[in-house]
């Protein structure tokens, strides 16, 4: 392999973390982790938000079921790995060396992002009515879709996003779309609106998945992109 090449494919030793590090690393992990805790509480309380025009009729009624079905929402799966991943840094005397540990971060870090993205620009709006749902909104889609992307650019180690790290990352909301659509065809609820298959059908949806994947592909390329310019300065 030249030698150019492999300073892109292969992991740089991370440092030793400062305090600075830390600190941000517990913020940027302990609040979405509230967020996701929040979610909980939200999903007893309130039944399954209702989306005009959608093709499908399933649901859930406020209780157990619904509270236990937030980690089924790409919010909660993107914000539950940016807490887990950050935590993590934050807990540990030395960063992790794993591929595993880094292709989660990277995957975590870009879903918040498309996250952020794909709810202010499309379904913003929907049903806060609470205090407790509208802090939840704010922070799962507003606060940390900005804050995790800012503490990794300022702390985390640089050199960590390599080709193989960004293709395993990507597997992951391949995987969550996939899993949602098979369980949505079973229990005729899904999501979203671009996931609405009754409405839009296999081609239809397909193509929404296809351009969300994409700017996720975007945007962990983007992320590789200031990883490889922070790491030369």
Request: aromatic share 12%; net charge positive; charged share 15%.
């Amino acid at each position: 392999m030249p030698a150019w090449l492999a300073r892109f494919t292969r992991p740089r030793p991370a440092p030793r973390p400062s305090r600075a590090a830390r600190a941000g690393w517990w913020a940027a992990g302990a609040l979405p982790l509230v967020g996701c805790l929040t979610s909980f509480p939200i999903g007893a309380s309130k039944p399954t938000m209702v989306i005009p025009g959608v093709g499908y009729h399933g649901g859930f009624e406020a209780g157990w079921q619904h509270a236990l079905n937030q980690p089924a929402y790409f919010t909660w799966l993107s914000n539950a790995m940016v807490a887990g991943t950050s935590l993590t840094l934050a807990a540990r005397r030395d960063a992790p060396t794993s591929d595993a540990f880094w292709a989660l971060r990277t995957a975590g870090l870009g879903s918040v992002m498309v996250t952020g993205i794909v709810y202010n620009a499309v379904l913003r709006g929907m049903e806060q009515d609470t205090l407790l749902y509208r802090f939840n909104d704010a922070v799962q889609h507003v606060v940390n879709p900005v804050l995790a992307p800012l503490v990794w650019a300022a702390f985390d180690p640089r050199g960590q996003i390599t080709y193989r790290r960004a293709a395993l990352a990507a597997v992951v909301p391949l995987m969550w779309a996939t899993a949602t659509l098979v369980r949505g065809a079973r229990i005729d609820w899904y999501p979203y609106p671009f996931l609405d298959v009754p409405r839009l059908g296999w081609r239809g949806v397909g193509a929404a998945v296809s351009v969300v994947l994409a700017g996720f592909s975007g945007v962990l390329g983007l992320l590789g992109q200031v990883d490889r310019r922070l790491g030369t300065r």
